[in-house]
């Protein structure tokens, strides 16, 4: 089984690599940090330095890859776009938008996938949450697209996976006793009281792979975050 992690050298991308080396597959991720790909490389099949921005980049990456098994989107912009709208600007905004739902879709196009596509969103696309409404908004439209590529791209399954408060390096804008105290009461809030791992998303991404009877899903893994 042959899978690309687009995004996979560090957080959830780097999690859902190591699970699936650990069950036998062949493992390519790419990244952007040089630092990132050498500390990675010997523990997948591949490395390769892609700017998932950049169409250049992944239509090249793509090309000389040719026909994978699986293929997982991860791409993040980081927190770009997190705070009152009225505090976004327009920069941001488009930013968030450049840095995740537009490399989804461009790698959907030029990849040649024979088994399945799995894309990151998070649980901000249904959440009631100030200060994340260009989240929202990117996330949203993420998991919108699910349903209408698993008709159009069937028999190649697409869904997404949805995570919630995850601990990653997504968050290293806050200080860590910042990060310590918001995740605290993240948890006491969420029905299993605790944060999510890296590892609990890489479980439903391998799930979702392996799932020859899902497509066009939406899976939450947010500790019941958007049921709570």
Do not use: C
Not at 50 to 68: M, W, Y
Not at 114 to 131: D, E, V
Not at 192 to 217: Q, S
């Amino acid at each position: 089984m042959r899978v690309v992690i687009m995004g996979g050298t560090s957080g959830i991308g780097l999690a859902a690599a190591e699970r699936l080396t650990a069950a036998g597959a062949e493992v390519v991720v790419t990244g952007r940090d040089p630092g990132r790909l050498a500390a990675v490389k010997d523990r997948v099949a591949g490395a390769e330095q892609v700017d998932g921005a950049s169409e250049e980049d992944v239509t090249a990456f793509l090309g000389r890859t040719g026909a994978i098994d699986h293929l997982v989107l991860a791409f993040s912009p980081g927190a770009v776009g997190f705070g009152p709208l009225s505090d976004a600007s327009p920069a941001d905004i488009r930013a968030a938008f450049a840095g995740k739902l537009f490399p989804y879709l461009h790698a959907i196009q030029r990849a040649d996938v024979t088994g399945s596509i799995t894309m990151i969103s998070a649980a901000s696309a249904r959440a009631a949450l100030p200060g994340s409404a260009v989240l929202a908004a990117v996330n949203g439209a993420i998991e919108r697209i699910v349903s209408p590529l698993a008709a159009e791209l069937a028999p190649v399954r697409v869904n997404a996976v949805a995570p919630g408060a995850v601990d990653t390096p997504w968050w290293s804008f806050l200080p860590e006793e910042q990060r310590a105290a918001q995740f605290a009461a993240v948890a006491a809030e969420l029905p299993v009281r605790r944060i999510g791992r890296p590892d609990d998303v890489a479980d439903a991404i391998a799930y979702l792979i392996g799932a020859d009877y899902v497509t066009g899903t939406v899976l939450p893994v947010d500790g019941g975050f958007t049921v709570a």
